[in-house]
């Protein structure tokens, strides 16, 4: 789309009564202005240009977007003059939008954008929205749908230098707080997304006063000044009013997150995903989920996460930045920044963290937390237990109780556990530590030294009870 965007957002946002600029507050683990760039840019607008104030400015680095800082929020109509003084003059169109509507998408934009195209003659395409009153939206005021009223209150005379308006077209846009109260019956909103032909807003913006109950520069008075001089304001109505609404407190704030979320689960059933209730499941955009996976209720998907397909994730799962394989069954359970292979088995009440590698058909039980080890296809830890630092080969069991002392007060130590190991319950495994293949360890032994191949320990310390010597 050849159009460029200016996006308002030095406003400062003092209904969210935070010390948090208001659209950096999160929805679905994004922040608000996000979602407008998003929107932008699945629109195909990559020229964009954000109005910051002093305080959000240093803080929007991570987005990589271009800004301007207005240093006083002087009105919508003076953070686009200071946006137009940022931006080498040019042919062609200009979006406006808010950065506190998180919910528009790309289609608005692109039809708001169609609209000003359509017609040479148009130098403003506004998208307007009913919705239901009460509101603190801007009204749409359009010119009287009786033609002749607008005649009898006319002069008789032709020449008149009075604009011709069509019956129905808008005439301008008045801010609630200036509205008379029949104007605040109208329940036709604008919704703060324009598209300007550039020349025209050039030429308008230095033209907007303030005279009006906030004493601000309002842009929505760029619709009479351009009517006033001649030109064609068209309005586009949206579908769904939801789409354009503002969030300017806490409360539209989790209302909006709400129906963002709803979104991102719809878009994972229509593709295949079972999701039991999504009014309690929270996605993230940019989760990946398999066909024909279950999520249960009171699940959260965050972070850079791909689920597999055939899975059954939850009731009450919390997984971020996890790879999950296909076939994986986790319940009541909590998955950080770890990997899990085909067909294993999660919880209830396990823990998994800081880089936990877990093969195929592993089975973790109750109450056992993974902490930065790689566990092979088949091991079994099924009750209470801590593995840190680890590394588990195939087919191991592991005991009810075991633990990795892996911390000696000053360092994180390695423990490697062999292939087809029986650790046994309520171990204490003093790393640093290596257990051969095939070896057992007995209840509550506290292992310190190296276990070879093969051999059987018991006792605190743990010492051999092999009838052969162990190979070694
Ligand atoms: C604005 C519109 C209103 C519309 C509503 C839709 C105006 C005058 N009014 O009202 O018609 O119905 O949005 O949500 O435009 N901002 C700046 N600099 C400023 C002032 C504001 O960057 O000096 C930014 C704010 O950060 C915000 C946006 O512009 O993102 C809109 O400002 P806000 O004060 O929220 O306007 P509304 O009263 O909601
Ligand atoms: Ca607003």
């Known amino acids: 789309m050849n159009a460029r965007a200016v996006v308002l957002a030095a406003g400062k946002g003092t209904r969210m009564k935070s010390a948090r600029p208001k659209v ?17 840019n699945a629109a195909g607008v990559d020229d964009v240009i954000v109005v910051t104030n002093p305080e959000l400015d240093p803080l929007l680095a991570p987005l990589g977007v271009r800004t301007v800082i207005q240093d006083e929020q002087l009105g919508t109509g003076h953070a686009v003059k200071i946006a137009l003084e940022a931006l080498e003059p040019r042919d062609g169109s200009v979006i406006v939008a808010y950065g506190d509507m998180p919910l528009v998408d790309r289609t608005i934009f692109a039809d708001v954008q169609a609209a000003l195209d359509f017609d040479a003659a148009t130098a403003l395409a506004l998208v307007t929205a ?68 550039e020349a025209a807003l050039r030429a308008i913006v230095p033209r907007i006063g303030n005279d009006n109950a906030q004493r601000e520069y309002y842009l929505t008075d760029a619709v009479e000044l351009l009517i006033a001089a001649g030109r064609r304001v068209v309005p586009v109505p949206v579908a769904d009013y939801r789409s354009v609404l503002g969030v300017n407190d806490r409360v539209e704030l989790a209302s909006a997150g709400a129906i963002l979320n709803r979104r991102l689960c719809e878009e994972h059933m229509r593709a295949g995903v079972t999701i039991q209730d999504p009014a309690t499941t929270y996605l993230e955009p940019g989760v990946l989920i398999g066909r024909d996976t279950v999520i249960e209720h009171g699940t959260q998907l965050s972070g850079a996460t791909a689920i597999g397909a055939g899975c059954t994730i939850g009731p009450n799962c919390r ?68 593995i840190g630092d680890a590394t588990v080969g195939e087919r191991t069991n592991y005991g009810a109780g075991a633990i990795t002392c892996n911390y000696d007060g000053k360092r994180k130590n390695r423990t490697q556990i062999g292939s087809d190991v029986f650790i046994g319950t309520n171990n204490s495994l003093v790393a640093p530590l290596s257990i051969g293949d095939g070896a057992m360890t007995g209840a509550s032994a506290v292992v310190i030294r190296d276990v070879p191949a093969g051999d059987k320990q018991v006792g605190n310390p743990a010492r051999s009870i092999a009838k052969k010597p162990a190979q070694t």
């Open 24 to 40: 950096l507050h999160e929805l679905c683990g994004r922040p608000m202005l996000w979602w407008v760039l998003e929107a932008l």
């Open 130 to 197: 009913r919705m239901p009153l009460p509101s603190s939206f801007g009204r749409i005021v359009r010119a009287s749908i009786l033609p002749s009223f607008r005649s009898a209150t006319a002069t008789a005379d032709e020449s008149s230098t009075e604009p011709a308006l069509d019956a129905g077209s808008v005439e301008r846009i008045v801010e609630a707080k200036d509205c008379t109260p029949a104007q605040l019956a109208i329940d036709e909103m604008n919704a703060g997304i324009y598209a300007f032909g």
């Open 319 to 386: 997984i971020a930045n996890a790879r999950i394989g296909d076939d994986v069954r986790i319940t009541e359970s909590v998955v950080l920044d770890s990997a899990v292979g085909a067909g294993t088995r999660i919880g209830p009440y396990a823990h998994l963290r800081g880089g936990a590698s877990l093969g195929a058909n592993v089975r973790i039980g109750n109450f056992v937390e993974i902490k930065k080890s790689d566990l092979a296809d088949d091991v079994k830890a099924n009750h209470l237990a801590y």
